[in-house]
Every structure is written in structure tokens, then in C-alpha cells.
């Protein structure tokens, strides 16, 4: 109940700063509206768990040349961290340029933040650390407009974007959560230095240095085996809603089957339209939610839209093993998009974010591997299910969908 309190209260107290959702938004997406682009010859690997992310990240950071950039929403003062800085703080003796920046709201929000004795021990030792956006009096005016991402760039080649914070619950679980469970990608080649012009892009603003490019972007190897990515960035002063255009021209294109899986399914209508249009087409739309989850109104507003869009034959499961915080789509047989945004208000009108979109069969084979794992630990989501929760739960629910654009 505290819980529920507390975000009703946030939710209200920045209803004044909320933008109005698209109500308008064209489906299906025209083509010249498109403004990312993608680079060939990339190697993605997708990273099904936190061990894998974690092991692959400090692995690939031990072999660090050059710089190491972190872009992270969460960064908790915990086990997880300690292993990650004390390998940093090795590689800085070694010469490699260490940058980080973390939001400051995710950082206040979690149970371990970093506090200010650790960002001047970490300063003392040669780390540029900066805080996204410091919370400052009167605070609403910086609560809005977060930096959402999970990235990670080593020397301008290998990039890591998804849905995984540097938090040791992503490893161990939660009470009352239990198991948290995420994916994360890798990517090498031309893709990367995307991913690390926007990190020095964001640097550079923050900080106010004139970091070059060109300095970070090094040479790249285009693989000849290697596959399409567009990287598709949010900055929501700039650039809001290539995302959501991202998932509008997914949708759109669709022809078979769409598998979503995302932590939190409150989204605006021109994504319930598209999925509902695309049903319509023939297509067998899937959408996995998590049955629990880590924020009060949210598992109960997914639950209440989830069935909404059940009545347009879309199929929705509640999954039971834990707490699914991936964002991932997949589009037929061939194409998949992993980042940070969630399908909701939030992520794809007010903060930044970063996806990437991969054209890669073998990529698809092992995310829909995984989907269909998960849907064995999940209960489809029928009448029933639904008129089977308490009457709270479902005006719970219902508060949560009209409060969606502010969550």
C-alpha cells in the first residue's frame, strides 16, 4: 500500500510536466519518415541473462585499449559494482580513459547509491564520473527528462546496449520479485561507433568538454559474415520518438509473427493500433509481461492493457518465473530490436534511450528460443484469468491505464 501511495503521489506531482500522447500518430509508418540507417558488416551476440552480459562486458573491459564508456541509468553501490570498478580502476593505470554517466534520479531511486565519498574516491583515482541531470531544488523540474540507457562502449569497437543496469539483483533476484530476468547485446563493427558518437555526444553536454569523435571512433572491422544494425537513439529535447517510430515501421512490416517481451506494457495508442492492424493482416502477434513486478500500478495497468488488446486477438502471457525486465521484439524470422525502451509513455516520449535494430535469423532463432522457454513458465491471459483478480487489482489496473502517460 505504501508503495502504491508513494507512486500516485510522484505520478500526480508531475502531471503538469506530462506531454500528450500521440493520439494522431499515422499507422503504418510512411518509409521516408525512417530516420535511422544501418551499417553492414556487424557481429551481434545476444546476451540472455546478466552472468552472460556481466562476464562478456568485464571480459571485453580487461582487454580495453583505449577508453572505456559507461552510460548506465542505475549504477548500485553494490557487489556487482565493486568487481566492475576495481577492473576499471586496473585498466586506468594501464592508461585506458574511464568515463562514466550515470542518472542521477536511478541512482537516489535504488536502495545502494553511489554517494558523494565515492565519487571523490573514485575522482582521486583518475575516474571522470558526471551524474545525468543532478537532482537539485525544486527537484520536479529535473524528475521528467531521464537518461534511461544501459551502455557500454570499449575503445569506440564493442558496444553493449539492453535492459541490464550494473545492479547485483539482476544476478541474485529480488524478495518478492524472485528471479530477474533480461537480455543485453553485443555488437562489433560500424554499429559501435554509432553508439559511441551518442555517448560523447551526451558526455559532451553534460560535462561541457569538446570530446572529438574522432578520437573515440577508432577503425572498425566490417565483417564479411557480419549483419545489418541501426541504431535508434532518443533524446527527447532533440530527437523524441524515433523509437516509437521504430516500433510503428516494425509493426508495419510484419508479415508472420511479432514476439514482444517488455517489463512494462503501457503504451500509447498508436502502438495498440499497429498491433491490433497488424492482427488484422494475419499476423500472430505475441506480447509477454511479467505477472509481478518492481513498481506499484504497473504489473496491474500491463495486465488490464494486455487484455484489452486480447480482445483484438492479440496474445498476451503472464509470465510466472520471476521478473522480466527485457524490452525485445522480434519481426518474422529475421529481424529484432533490444535497448532500454519499454513500451510506454516514459520511455518513448520523455527519456533518453537507445536501441538497436538487428536483421539477423540467428538472432531472431535465439531470442524466440528463449520466448518460448518462458512462455512454458507463463499463463495465457483469457477472460477468466483476468475477472479472477480481486476487485482492487483491476481498479488498480484501471488507474494505472489512465495515469499511463505520466508512469
Not at 559474415?225 to 521504430?246: E, K, M, Q, T
Not at 494475419?282 to 496491474?300: H, N
Request: aromatic share 10%.
Amino acid at each position: 500500500m505504501k508503495k502504491l501511495f508513494i507512486a500516485i503521489i510522484s505520478a500526480l506531482l508531475c502531471l503538469p510536466l506530462a506531454a500528450v500522447e500521440r493520439e494522431d500518430e499515422a499507422f503504418p509508418l510512411d518509409t521516408a519518415d525512417v530516420v535511422w540507417t544501418f551499417t553492414e558488416g556487424n557481429r551481434v551476440k545476444l546476451l540472455n541473462n546478466a552472468d552472460a552480459k556481466f562476464i562478456d562486458l568485464l571480459t571485453c573491459i580487461d582487454t580495453a585499449r583505449h577508453s572505456v564508456h559507461l552510460e548506465y541509468f542505475n549504477f548500485r553501490n553494490d557487489s556487482i559494482n565493486k568487481i566492475m570498478m576495481t577492473l576499471l580502476a586496473r585498466k586506468l593505470k594501464e592508461g585506458v580513459e574511464v568515463r562514466i554517466l550515470f542518472d542521477d534520479f536511478g541512482n537516489i531511486s535504488n536502495d545502494r547509491p553511489i554517494r558523494r565519498k565515492h565519487l571523490r574516491e573514485m575522482r582521486e583515482l583518475g575516474f571522470k564520473i558526471k551524474p545525468y541531470d543532478p537532482m537539485q531544488f525544486p527537484w520536479i523540474n529535473h524528475a521528467f527528462h531521464r537518461d534511461h540507457r544501459k551502455v557500454a562502449v570499449v575503445d569506440g569497437q564493442t558496444a553493449f546496449i539492453g535492459g541490464i543496469n550494473v545492479a547485483d539483483y539482476y544476478v541474485t533476484g529480488l524478495p518478492g520479485v524472485g528471479d530477474w530476468r533480461d537480455m543485453h547485446l553485443r555488437i562489433e563493427g560500424p554499429a559501435a561507433n554509432i553508439v559511441q558518437r551518442n555517448f560523447i555526444t551526451m558526455w559532451n553536454a553534460e560535462t561541457k568538454e569538446k570530446l572529438s569523435p574522432s578520437d573515440y571512433c577508432l577503425a572498425h572491422t566490417t565483417y564479411a559474415d557480419g549483419v545489418p544494425v541501426a541504431i535508434v537513439n532518443d533524446h527527447p529535447r532533440h530527437s523524441n520518438g524515433d523509437i516509437l517510430d521504430a516500433y510503428l515501421w516494425l509493426i508495419g512490416e510484419a508479415k508472420r509473427e511479432i514476439k514482444i517481451v517488455t517489463p512494462y506494457f503501457l503504451p500509447p495508442p498508436s502502438i495498440r493500433r499497429a498491433l491490433a492492424h497488424a492482427v488484422e493482416r494475419g499476423v500472430d502477434v505475441q506480447i509477454l509481461i511479467s505477472a509481478k513486478g518492481d513498481i506499484a500500478l504497473t504489473p496491474e495497468g500491463s495486465k488490464r492493457m494486455g487484455y484489452k488488446l486480447t480482445k483484438r486477438g492479440v496474445n498476451v502471457f503472464l509470465f510466472n518465473g520471476g521478473f522480466h525486465h527485457s524490452k525485445v521484439m522480434s519481426i518474422d524470422d529475421d529481424c529484432c530490436m533490444i535497448g532500454s525502451a519499454n513500451l510506454e509513455s516514459r520511455s518513448l516520449f520523455y527519456d533518453h534511450e537507445q536501441n538497436a535494430i538487428v536483421v539477423d535469423t540467428a538472432l531472431v532463432d535465439d531470442f524466440v528460443e528463449i520466448y518460448e522457454a518462458d512462455k512454458l513458465n507463463s499463463d495465457t491471459l483469457t477472460r477468466e484469468l483476468y475477472k479472477s483478480a480481486t476487485p482492487w487489482k483491476r481498479f488498480v489496473g484501471r488507474l494505472a491505464v489512465f495515469l499511463r502517460p505520466i508512469l
